[in-house]
């Protein structure tokens, strides 16, 4: 079984991804922040409502509800939009059930920290949180592939170019889908079809 940390430690783009993401969030967190304390300073001065604002989570909530609403209506939370990445739905339609499904870990940095894990840990596309996979979404930049499969073939996972008399030199088979191996040093070869590594 591959997974996303077999793949991140030498694969740039990869890198890449998951910095921007990383960008992104902590865009929105502040955004999202701000909303919670303007919000704070109503309840507070509101007789009654002070004490149910310090209700655990209560800024996680509202900013799993801004990346819902944004990513529905438009894809892209503000960060998102700031660091050029965008949800992508891997079926036909991508909903508001979907749109929650995915952003439910942002309730706490622990559940995104595990959720992060979860997806890395198993075999998949590295760009997806576990969540990802449940909602069938994924994240991608401008013009890159939805798909794994394309993502892979469309050269965005490669750091080398082969010549074609490198490529028959190399001309090996992966034992998961036969797709040809691409030498990464150490005796070690990855799938260009399927990214797993042997």
């Excluded at 890449?16 to 902590?26: D, F, N, P, Q």
């Excluded at 960060?79 to 309730?107: C, H, W, Y």
């Excluded at 992060?116 to 596309?125: A, F, N, R, V």
Aim: hydrophobic letters at 40%.
């Amino acid at each position: 079984m591959v997974t996303g940390f077999d793949l991140i430690h030498d694969n740039k783009p990869l890198q890449k991804h998951w910095v921007k993401r990383l960008i992104a969030y902590i865009l929105d967190f502040f955004i999202s922040s701000l909303v919670v304390y303007l919000i704070f300073l109503f309840f507070f001065w509101v007789p009654g409502l002070g004490a149910w604002w310090y209700f655990p989570m209560t800024a996680g909530m509202v900013q799993v509800f801004y990346s819902a609403v944004f990513e529905y209506s438009t894809k892209k939370t503000i960060g998102k939009a700031v660091m050029g990445i965008e949800v992508g739905s891997l079926t036909q339609t991508f909903d508001m059930p979907e749109a929650l499904i995915r952003n439910i870990s942002k309730l706490h940095g622990i559940l995104l920290l595990l959720d992060w894990l979860g997806g890395m840990l198993s075999e998949g596309d590295p760009r997806q949180r576990y969540l990802d996979r449940l909602a069938e979404t994924t994240v991608t930049g401008t013009g890159e592939p939805v798909h794994v499969g394309d993502f892979f073939e469309d050269h965005i996972f490669r750091e080398k170019k082969y010549d074609e008399r490198e490529e028959e030199k190399e001309l090996k088979q992966c034992r998961e889908c036969g797709g040809t191996l691409v030498s990464i040093g150490e005796e070690r070869y990855r799938c260009r079809d399927c990214g797993r590594i042997q």
